[in-house]
């Protein structure tokens, strides 16, 4: 059972989102079921699924039981970014 949603909007985060993954990653003694959003224009310098999946096994073991990736395929305001991942959550 999911007990917590942790939305991580990105930007032209390429050269910086892995130290959010990172941070996730290093996350100890979990006992509750936890998910991902991410959401993230897919232009300029952008993180990128391939990137995230990379993230996912070791995710895994931090409690992440589920993960969700929303490309946006055009600039859209945080406002909405969040609007999307609430809805999904």
């Not at 941070?23 to 310098?45: A, P, R, T, V």
Request: net charge negative; charged share 25%; proline share 4%.
């Amino acid at each position: 059972m999911i007990e917590l949603t942790v939305a991580l909007p990105l930007y032209k985060s390429g050269k910086i989102a892995w130290l959010a993954f990172e941070s996730l990653c290093d996350q100890e003694n979990i006992d509750f079921g936890w998910e991902l959003l991410i959401s993230e224009e897919q232009y300029g310098d952008f993180f990128g699924s391939e990137k995230v999946k990379e993230y996912v096994p070791r995710l895994k073991k931090a409690g992440c039981a589920n993960l969700i990736y929303i490309p946006i395929h055009e600039w859209v305001p945080l406002s909405e970014k969040w609007k999307r991942m609430a809805d999904l959550a």
